[in-house]
Nanobody
Framework: QVQLVESGGGLVQPGASLRLSCAVS????????MGWYRQAPGRQREMVAT???????EYADSVKDRFIISRVVVENTVYLDMNNLEPEDTAVYYC???????WGQGTQVTVSS
C-alpha cells in the first residue's frame, strides 16, 4: 500500500518562503516519478513540478525560477521549496506518484498580507 503524507503548508506573507514535504511509504522515490500539484478554489488541479526517476525536474511556467523540487532517497521524501511566494500561489498542494492513482491528502498554502 502506497501512502503519501504532505506537510509544511501554512499562512505566509507575499515574498516569503515555505518548504513542503511528502513522506512516501510503500514505494521508493528513487524509482518513481513524483510530482507536486495544486488546486485553488474554483480551479482545476494543475501540475506545479515533477521529478523523474533520473532526477530531471520539470516546472510549470508560473513557478519556474521560484520553486525547486527535490528528493532525498535515504529519507524517501520529496520536497518542494517555494520562494518569493505570491497570492496566486494560494492553493491546496498535493503530492502525487506519477503514472499511478496515488495522491496525498493535501496541505493548504495561503499567501496573504
Amino acid at each position: 500500500q502506497v501512502q503519501l503524507v504532505e506537510s509544511g503548508g501554512g499562512l505566509v506573507q507575499p515574498g516569503a518562503s515555505l518548504r513542503l514535504s511528502c513522506a512516501v511509504s510503500g514505494s521508493r522515490v528513487s524509482v518513481s516519478g513524483m510530482g507536486w500539484y495544486r488546486q485553488a478554489p474554483g480551479r482545476q488541479r494543475e501540475m506545479v513540478a515533477t521529478i523523474a526517476t533520473n532526477g530531471m525536474p520539470e516546472y510549470a511556467d508560473s513557478v519556474k525560477d521560484r520553486f525547486i523540487i527535490s528528493r532525498v532517497v535515504v529519507e524517501n521524501t520529496v520536497y518542494l521549496d517555494m520562494n518569493n511566494l505570491e497570492p496566486e500561489d494560494t492553493a491546496v498542494y498535493y503530492c502525487h506518484k506519477l503514472m499511478s492513482d496515488y495522491w496525498g491528502q493535501g496541505t493548504q498554502v495561503t499567501v496573504s498580507s
